[in-house]
């Protein structure tokens, strides 16, 4: 069972939470940001990840990667990090829609920018990464000829008919958790994704006239005994699909599930 299964009391009043997708080429306060995030959640909750803060695994030992290497990250095209930012903190303004309580933020962590401790740390982050760039990565963890991804959703992407995102990195810091974080960066994905023109558009096939609508179904992979991350999915409409464990490659954890929700274009 994952230690995150229980629940964060939630504090009496709630955070007003902002949500935005760090624009790229990101800024070095922004990539600061983003790594400080990451490695919190790498060292805070190991089990729910497939990347590790400190040792060879995997996905490597992301406390080791350079500055260029975050970055590199961040700028990925396909890969849209949003962030979760307390009102009050940095690049609130950036969106225009905070949760309409007025309390103030339970918690005011501060972050070193330029020896500067001044401005609340983020919330939250997910990561998005588009069908573009699935379709650019090696055959493996999100290849669906290779892991059990879900079969009837294999085949709707075989024929054309769907197109994958696949959401990852999803985290809440502990102070602000049972606050809706996590659903308004989930809900915020989904408008993104929604929004999306789709491939066919974006590489300007239009030659075959009105393009085909694919269906769009967002993924992600879920420790099954993660039973805080599961519910936030279930409530959000994530549907799940064990895998078996036999499918899995060689260094994943045992126990995990495939979880789809199908999204429609506007
Ligand atoms: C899982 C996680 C992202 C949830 O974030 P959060 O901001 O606390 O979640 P929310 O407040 O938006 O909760 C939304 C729904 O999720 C469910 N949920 C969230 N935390 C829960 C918990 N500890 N126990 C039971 N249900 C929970 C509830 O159904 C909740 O709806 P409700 O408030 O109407 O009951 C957070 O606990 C976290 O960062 N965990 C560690 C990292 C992790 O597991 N990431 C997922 C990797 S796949």
């Known amino acids: 069972m994952s230690s995150n299964s229980s629940r964060t009391p939630s504090p009496t009043s709630k955070t007003p ?46 406390s080791a990667l350079t500055f260029a290497q975050w970055e590199e990250r961040v700028n990925t095209p396909g890969r849209s990090i949003f962030a979760a930012v307390p009102a009050s903190g940095p690049s609130a303004s950036l969106s ?20 500067v401790h001044s401005e609340p740390q983020w919330a939250g982050t997910l990561s998005l990464l588009s069908p573009a760039m699935l379709a650019g990565i090696p055959k493996g963890l999100s290849d669906p000829m290779h892991v ?13 008919d769907a197109e994958i995102w696949m959401l990852v990195g999803m985290w809440v810091r502990p102070g602000y958790r049972g606050q809706s974080v996590g659903r308004i960066l989930i809900e915020r994905a989904f408008e993104f994704v929604r929004q999306d023109e789709g491939i066919a558009e974006r590489e300007g096939d239009k030659e075959k006239g009105a393009r085909k609508r694919k269906d769009k179904i967002v993924m992600l992979r879920v420790i099954s005994s993660n039973a805080s991350a599961v519910r936030l999915y279930e409530k959000a409409g994530f549907r799940r699909t064990p895998i078996d464990d036999a499918e899995l490659e060689e260094g994943q954890s045992p126990g995990q599930s495939w979880m789809s929700i199908k999204l429609f274009s506007k």
């Open 96 to 115: 225009p829609s905070p949760s309409p309580s007025p309390s103030p933020p339970p918690q005011q962590a501060t972050i070193s920018l330029n020896g």
């Open 148 to 160: 059990a991804y879900p079969p009837e959703i294999a085949e709707a992407e075989r024929r054309g």
């Open 17 to 62: 939470i902002s949500t935005f997708i760090i624009p790229t080429p990101a800024s070095e306060d922004h990539i600061t940001r983003y790594k400080e995030i990451r490695l919190a959640s790498l060292l805070t909750n190991p089990e729910a990840f497939g990347s590790r803060y400190g040792s060879e695994n995997n996905g490597g030992s992301e």
